[in-house]
């Protein structure tokens, strides 16, 4: 038997190979985003204490309600804006189905969707797999900030969507208040759709305010806003995420989830909706992970690498132009083995394979397993 492929041009995600490598070569792993510390065990607790309690069957489709609401009281705190639990938020099995979920809920065949890259690299398989055309847009080096006019130059009459992350992965760039009111100008008067991936909301550093468009009515009313559990509380294996948008989008939405998963994970959402409200695991995220970037940052001034620096997520980039002139994805895979370090070469998040001779590190990681990676690359 034989398929035609829907996605011809896609082979395996970068994450599992360079993951896959480090494995072989018993590497440390600085690539695929996930910490190698412990996650907080009371919220472990809750789960075990969910499960013991009967909390064991499937739960209501659009997410347990108590979870929802403790996310609306949230979403109220934060961003004072408020979103009805029961029309407007949708728990998910990640952040990466929620994104998938949004553009199949509205995409159709010749739409296309407007991408900055280096791109996450779900978003551009997900929009071809619906028919839709990416329209890409480079993010402008080094410092990944969004080039305003050719956006405006790009939009047309099929411009149905413009994909967003803030803070981004994979450069740690955040949007600022100034790029929100320039993208608010430009959608003002069109249909255009956004997706705005703000899995990374509460990994953000240096005092920036995050720019979520839950701050922003007239954008809520047009965009899909995407958040992740396993990112914000450190358990990336969880796989769980939430979904807010307005109520017409969400129906719309709804109407995909609810044929493809039905309903996630039940004692996990009674453990969350708990958990939820201390206020201070998740307000000093940011300056928590701040303190790993900042130890990283000072490790590899000792090295031969240039920092371009981040200011969200798990990542951070930097140049290594002045260690090698090897390709990107050459000196990655030369970093396994020879350094034992593994790393993700940034060409792999550009539709083009651009190659600015960058990698990006994670560092949400143990101190000592940022030291032993920096005494490594000493040695190159
Ligand atoms: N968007 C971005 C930018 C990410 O880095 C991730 C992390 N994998 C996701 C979405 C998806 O998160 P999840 O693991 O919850 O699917
Ligand atoms: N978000 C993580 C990263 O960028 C991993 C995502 C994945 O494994 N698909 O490394």
């Given amino acids: 038997m034989h398929i035609v492929s829907k996605l011809p041009q896609v082979g395996t995600t970068i994450f599992t190979i360079m993951s896959q490598l480090a494995q072989q070569h018993h590497a440390i792993n ?6 190698d510390f412990m996650m907080d065990e009371a919220l472990i607790d ?6 013991t309690d009967g909390c064991n069957q499937y739960t209501h489709t659009n997410g347990l309600p108590a979870l ?12 004072n804006t408020s979103i009805h639990p029961e029309t407007q938020i949708t728990i998910t099995p990640g952040g990466t189905y929620a994104i998938y979920t949004a553009l199949t ?3 159709y065949s010749g739409d296309e969707v407007i991408v900055f890259e280096p791109a996450y690299d779900s978003y551009v398989p997900n929009i071809v797999l619906n028919g839709a055309k990416p329209v890409f847009i480079a993010l402008q080096y080094p410092d990944y900030s969004i080039p305003w006019h050719e956006v405006a130059q790009k939009i047309n009459s099929k411009t149905k969507a413009i994909i967003i992350n803030s803070p981004h992965n994979p450069t740690g760039a955040v949007l600022s208040e100034q790029d929100i009111m320039t993208l608010r100008t430009l959608v003002a008067k069109t249909n255009i759709m956004i997706v705005s991936d703000e899995v990374y909301e ?3 550093f240096d005092a920036i305010p995050h720019q979520s468009l839950l701050r922003y009515p007239d954008l809520l009313e047009r ?3 995407i958040f992740s559990f396993g990112k914000t509380y450190h358990c990336t294996g969880w796989k769980l995420g939430y979904c807010i948008a307005a109520a017409p989008l969400m129906q719309e939405f709804r109407k995909v989830h609810q044929f493809n998963c039905f309903s996630c994970d039940t004692p996990k959402q009674y453990a969350l909706a708990t958990y939820l409200q201390e206020e201070d695991k998740y307000v000093q995220l940011g300056a928590q ?9 000072t490790l590899m001034q000792q090295t031969g690498f240039v920092c371009i620096p981040s200011h969200g997520s798990y990542f951070e980039c930097y140049s290594y132009a002045a260690l090698s002139n090897k390709s990107d994805t050459e000196f990655a895979v030369e970093l396994v083995q020879k350094a034992g370090v593994a790393t993700i070469p940034v060409s792999a998040f550009y539709h083009h394979k651009t190659d600015e001779k960058v990698l990006r590190f994670c560092f949400a990681k143990k101190e000592e397993t940022l030291l032993e990676a920096a005494e490594r690359f000493k040695h190159l």
């Fill in 68 to 79: 929802r609401n403790a996310l609306a009281e949230k979403v109220k705190k934060l961003y």
């Fill in 30 to 35: 600085l690539g695929q985003g996930f910490p």
């Fill in 223 to 225: 965009s899909f806003i």
């Fill in 202 to 204: 509460h990994l953000i």
């Fill in 289 to 297: 992970i701040q303190k790993k970037r900042d130890f990283f940052r």
């Fill in 105 to 107: 809920s509205f995409l």
């Fill in 46 to 51: 809750l789960i075990q204490k969910a499960m």
